[in-house]
């Protein structure tokens, strides 16, 4: 089982590796949209849900890049008890050579649905690396269907990413929310308070 998440994991990585086809898109939905509609997210706070490392972070996975299976990743991301915007715990991410995705459990879309996408970040410097937040839709066979996204450069105060996402095609089957940070030297990271709603349907003819 593990095998099969890591190889799952990977691919995604892999996707957004080497693939740069990002729509661009003209829908903007706002923080109001999502008042009193459920998250997507499971865990959206990032809180501990075991004392075991390998199955507290519930509702997330992490790809650690490069790596290899059969090797034990770096220990570069923590949840931090002691820094959250809300809520009692945030992700910790630490300085290190390797790119690290926070990948989301898949939730379900809808075609006709319009999606509103956000997290915050901030660092421990005053100019942290730059972090992307990406929404993938996937049809049932796994194949991606859009990619959109956002980023920003940390600073050491917490600042929101968002996406505003639909047009999705036929087909399509989940979604999922990766947070990407690169490799950067110095410092720490914290993300806090993600979410994904479905805001918007757009009525059919």
Not at 98 to 117: A, E, L
Not at 146 to 156: A, R, V
Request: aromatic share 12%; proline share 6%.
């Amino acid at each position: 089982m593990k095998k099969i998440l890591f190889f799952g994991l990977l691919l995604i990585g892999m996707a957004l590796t080497f693939t740069s086809c990002f729509v661009h898109s003209s829908l903007m939905y706002f923080e109001k949209d999502t008042e009193g509609l459920p998250n997507l997210l499971s865990n959206p706070g990032f809180n501990a849900y075991s004392l075991d490392p390998r199955e507290s972070l519930k509702g997330w996975s992490v790809l650690i890049e490069p790596a290899d299976q059969e090797q034990t990743p770096p220990n570069i991301v923590f949840i931090d008890g002691e820094r959250a915007l809300h809520g009692s715990s945030s992700l910790r991410i630490d300085a290190s050579p390797y790119k690290v995705s926070i990948i989301s459990d898949p939730f379900k879309v809808n075609r006709y649905g319009g999606y509103y996408v956000r997290c915050y970040t901030c660092s421990s410097e005053p100019k942290g690396p730059q972090i992307n937040l990406r929404m993938l839709t996937f049809k049932a066979d796994g194949s991606i269907d859009k990619k959109f996204k956002d980023n920003i450069q940390s600073k050491n105060e917490w600042d929101k990413m968002s996406i505003s996402a639909g047009f999705l095609s036929p087909g399509v089957s989940f979604g999922r929310v990766i947070i990407e940070i690169p490799p950067f030297t110095q410092g720490s990271v914290w993300l806090d308070d993600a979410g994904c709603w479905e805001v918007h349907h757009f009525k059919i003819d």
